[in-house]
């Protein structure tokens, strides 16, 4: 039975290849200062890094022949990491944020809820605005969905009608989204 080494980890598929590790008997050699150097033996590129105490990076596979590199490998996936970072950063997540209120509102909550909604709207999220009906309510199913249309009218300069009002057991449901 063959013992695992426990030190042993899995390469991970963002890191790009290496010096003696890189299996092209051929590739395109590119320098320090990007210049091209032509298609060269693996082992002639690596004398070409060694030389200028540098390492060679395999940039691309998929050409014919294979794109090496000779770089810093330490300042290369520095850069790399911090170009990864930066795209995370400047990425959004849409969320769904969730307005609640009953049929018969009063005039100043209904704003409350309608500055709440814009707040999410603005931060690009969705809305989903709840009205909730407790016993015999149901039976004004009319008033929320006239409630809920006055509120896609007094958010329309910033949002979409996602999903147009519809029941959901004992709730009426409408998903606004951010205009692009």
Known sequence: MLEKNKNFKKRNNDTPIINERIPFPEIRLIDVKGSQMGILSLDDALKSAQNEGLDLVLISNKSNPPVCRIVDYGKYKFNQE?????????????HLKEVKMRYKIEAHDYQVRINQALRFLQANDKVKATITFRG???????????????????????????????????????????KK
């Open 136 to 178: 015999r309510e149901i039976q004004h199913a009319n008033l929320a969905i006239e409630l809920l249309y006055k509120m896609a009218k007094d958010l329309e300069h910033v949002s979409d009608v996602q999903q147009a009002p519809s029941r959901d057991g004992k709730n009426m449901v409408m998903i606004l989204t951010p």
């Open 82 to 94: 911090k170009k990864a970072k930066e795209a995370k950063k400047k990425q959004h997540n849409s």
